[in-house]
């Protein structure tokens, strides 16, 4: 197993926003949580990669476990550099005043693998020609589909083989929206990235993911294969509008 998270308790001060929950990640899948606003998604990347909002997110029970190693007392920046866990956040929190090949450069600074840099450099260019297009722009300039690829692009460039990303279809027209989802899947097939994926899209995110969980005020209460989610009476009246 990959990434097991085992009956999770978090706070905020003294609110719950994580009431015990478990989930699994084998490597090379693609798993989505979803759930409405306030469901505990978001909480539960930081709680993982404890790159915090203003407010830390505490765990007060349970564990998370890397290749079968807690990871609860690793340090940030060593969840990054050394286990290759990179979290593309929900809001993108890209350097504006920066370039878009600075930003990407940026996320390298932790980095072992130097020789690779090129290479992953390339790479992301390939996945995103509008990056390359606009590799010497300020990052404020670009359109907000274009910031939430240069996010993904950072992270991966991270040199993160497990990306955790936080609604990267927040703020995207239809048509983008399709178009960064077969970039992820790709992603995926070509490189072999595993990803957790909180999108409180659904329906899309069901479409890409092989497996999904459901969050409900800091509870999973559905979990299945994407197709046995999609087809279940309560998540299709809850969050797919039928």
Known sequence: M?????????????IEALHGISFDIEEGEIVT?????????????????RLPPPEAPRVTAGDI???????????????????????????????????????LQLATYARKDRANVQKDLDRV????????ERQKQRSE???????????????FMSGGRVLLLDEPSMGLAPLLMYEKF?????????EGITILLVEQNARIALQFAH??????TGEIVAAGTSAQLAADPEVKKAYLGG
């Open 125 to 132: 260019f390939e996945l995103f020609p509008r990056l390359m």
């Open 65 to 103: 476990l890397f290749r079968g190693q807690s990871i609860l007392g690793v340090p940030p920046h060593k969840i990054v550099s050394d286990l290759h866990i990179a979290l593309a956040p929900e809001g993108r929190h890209i350097f504006g005043n920066l370039t878009v090949r600075e930003n």
């Open 211 to 216: 497996r999904g969980y459901v969050l409900d």
């Open 33 to 49: 949580l979803i759930g409405a606003n306030g469901a505990g998604k978001s909480t539960t990347l930081h709680t993982i990669t």
């Open 141 to 155: 300039s670009l359109s907000g589909g274009e910031q939430q690829m240069l996010a993904v692009g950072r992270a």
């Open 182 to 190: 077969r970039t992820l899947k790709r992603l995926n097939q070509e």
């Open 2 to 14: 990959l990434l097991s998270v085992q009956n999770l308790h978090v706070k905020y001060g003294n």
